[in-house]
Protein backbone atom coordinates (compact mmCIF):
# COMPACT_ATOMS: atom_id res chain seq x y z
CA UNK A 1 0.00 0.00 0.00
CA UNK A 2 2.59 2.28 0.54
CA UNK A 3 3.30 2.30 -3.00
CA UNK A 4 -0.35 2.86 -4.11
CA UNK A 5 -0.61 6.11 -6.34
CA UNK A 6 -4.15 6.34 -4.09
CA UNK A 7 -3.94 7.80 -0.87
CA UNK A 8 -4.76 4.48 1.83
CA UNK A 9 -5.45 5.52 5.46
CA UNK A 10 -4.62 1.75 6.72
CA UNK A 11 -5.64 0.91 10.48
CA UNK A 12 -5.40 -2.12 12.47
CA UNK A 13 -8.05 -2.09 14.68
CA UNK A 14 -10.78 -4.32 16.45
CA UNK A 15 -14.16 -4.29 14.20
CA UNK A 16 -16.25 -4.14 17.12
CA UNK A 17 -15.01 -1.42 18.41
CA UNK A 18 -14.30 1.07 15.99
CA UNK A 19 -12.05 4.37 16.87
CA UNK A 20 -14.20 6.73 14.53
CA UNK A 21 -16.64 9.39 14.44
CA UNK A 22 -19.86 8.13 13.13
CA UNK A 23 -20.69 8.56 9.45
CA UNK A 24 -17.06 9.50 8.43
CA UNK A 25 -16.50 6.85 5.24
CA UNK A 26 -17.49 6.51 1.79
CA UNK A 27 -16.71 3.04 1.58
CA UNK A 28 -15.38 -0.08 3.87
CA UNK A 29 -13.74 -3.09 2.60
CA UNK A 30 -14.11 -6.51 4.33
CA UNK A 31 -11.97 -9.48 3.00
CA UNK A 32 -11.90 -12.52 4.05
CA UNK A 33 -12.43 -11.61 8.11
CA UNK A 34 -16.45 -11.41 8.84
CA UNK A 35 -15.56 -15.29 9.94
CA UNK A 36 -12.95 -14.83 12.36
CA UNK A 37 -14.67 -11.52 14.00
CA UNK A 38 -16.56 -12.93 17.96
CA UNK A 39 -18.60 -10.69 17.66
CA UNK A 40 -19.96 -10.78 14.34
CA UNK A 41 -23.44 -8.38 14.97
CA UNK A 42 -21.42 -6.08 16.95
CA UNK A 43 -18.91 -5.27 13.88
CA UNK A 44 -21.55 -5.30 11.18
CA UNK A 45 -23.24 -2.62 13.39
CA UNK A 46 -20.00 -0.54 13.16
CA UNK A 47 -19.45 -0.79 9.75
CA UNK A 48 -23.51 0.44 9.73
CA UNK A 49 -22.33 3.83 12.02
CA UNK A 50 -18.96 5.05 10.70
CA UNK A 51 -20.54 4.55 6.89
CA UNK A 52 -21.92 7.95 5.56
CA UNK A 53 -25.59 7.61 4.35
CA UNK A 54 -24.67 6.75 1.01
CA UNK A 55 -21.59 5.10 1.59
CA UNK A 56 -21.06 1.49 0.30
CA UNK A 57 -19.97 -1.46 2.38
CA UNK A 58 -18.08 -4.13 -0.25
CA UNK A 59 -17.33 -7.48 1.23
CA UNK A 60 -15.20 -10.73 -0.47
CA UNK A 61 -16.08 -13.55 2.51
CA UNK A 62 -16.13 -17.13 2.65
CA UNK A 63 -18.98 -18.96 4.93
CA UNK A 64 -21.75 -21.74 4.62
CA UNK A 65 -22.60 -23.53 1.66
CA UNK A 66 -26.34 -23.48 0.61
CA UNK A 67 -25.52 -27.24 -0.46
CA UNK A 68 -27.35 -28.98 2.92
CA UNK A 69 -24.31 -31.72 2.52
CA UNK A 70 -21.49 -29.37 2.83
CA UNK A 71 -23.40 -27.49 5.22
CA UNK A 72 -23.01 -30.90 7.38
CA UNK A 73 -19.38 -31.01 6.90
CA UNK A 74 -19.12 -27.27 7.81
CA UNK A 75 -20.98 -27.17 11.11
CA UNK A 76 -19.36 -30.58 12.11
CA UNK A 77 -16.08 -29.29 11.04
CA UNK A 78 -16.37 -26.03 12.39
CA UNK A 79 -14.98 -26.21 16.15
CA UNK A 80 -12.02 -27.86 14.71
CA UNK A 81 -11.31 -25.42 12.44
CA UNK A 82 -11.75 -22.81 14.66
CA UNK A 83 -9.47 -23.75 16.81
CA UNK A 84 -6.66 -24.29 14.42
CA UNK A 85 -7.37 -20.94 12.01
CA UNK A 86 -7.10 -18.12 14.91
CA UNK A 87 -11.14 -18.29 15.49
CA UNK A 88 -11.85 -18.94 11.25
CA UNK A 89 -15.82 -19.79 11.30
CA UNK A 90 -16.91 -21.95 8.47
CA UNK A 91 -20.16 -22.10 8.73
CA UNK A 92 -21.43 -18.09 8.62
CA UNK A 93 -24.12 -17.16 6.41
CA UNK A 94 -22.83 -14.08 5.48
CA UNK A 95 -25.60 -12.94 3.49
CA UNK A 96 -28.41 -13.42 6.10
CA UNK A 97 -25.68 -11.45 8.52
CA UNK A 98 -24.97 -8.62 6.49
CA UNK A 99 -28.86 -7.97 5.57
CA UNK A 100 -29.77 -8.75 9.70
CA UNK A 101 -27.46 -5.16 10.65
CA UNK A 102 -29.38 -2.71 8.57
CA UNK A 103 -27.46 -3.08 5.34
CA UNK A 104 -29.58 -4.18 2.01
CA UNK A 105 -27.58 -5.95 -0.32
CA UNK A 106 -27.40 -4.23 -3.88
CA UNK A 107 -24.92 -6.80 -5.79
CA UNK A 108 -23.88 -10.46 -4.33
CA UNK A 109 -22.33 -13.24 -6.07
CA UNK A 110 -22.10 -16.20 -4.87
CA UNK A 111 -20.09 -19.34 -5.98
CA UNK A 112 -17.19 -21.53 -5.31
CA UNK A 113 -13.76 -21.35 -5.84
CA UNK A 114 -12.19 -23.46 -7.93
CA UNK A 115 -9.41 -26.10 -6.65
CA UNK A 116 -10.97 -25.41 -3.07
CA UNK A 117 -12.36 -28.15 -0.80
CA UNK A 118 -16.15 -26.97 -0.89
CA UNK A 119 -16.28 -26.89 3.29
CA UNK A 120 -14.12 -24.15 2.61
CA UNK A 121 -14.29 -22.68 -0.12
CA UNK A 122 -18.27 -20.79 -0.89
CA UNK A 123 -17.27 -17.38 -1.45
CA UNK A 124 -19.88 -14.26 -1.03
CA UNK A 125 -19.12 -11.36 -3.15
CA UNK A 126 -21.31 -7.95 -2.88
CA UNK A 127 -21.71 -4.94 -2.30
CA UNK A 128 -24.38 -3.53 0.65
CA UNK A 129 -25.26 0.07 1.61
CA UNK A 130 -27.23 1.43 4.48
CA UNK A 131 -30.93 0.32 4.17
CA UNK A 132 -32.69 3.53 4.32
CA UNK A 133 -36.15 2.28 5.94
Known amino acids: MKSSAIKVDYHTVSA ?14 STFTLCSINDIQRALSEIVRILK ?6 FAEHGLSPDYKVQKWQHRLNPINKALSCGCNLNRNIKELVESCNLKISKLDQFYL ?20
Open 16 to 29: ELLPFPSQTFDTVV
Open 114 to 133: EKTPKIFGYIYKGIATINPS
Open 53 to 58: PKGRFF
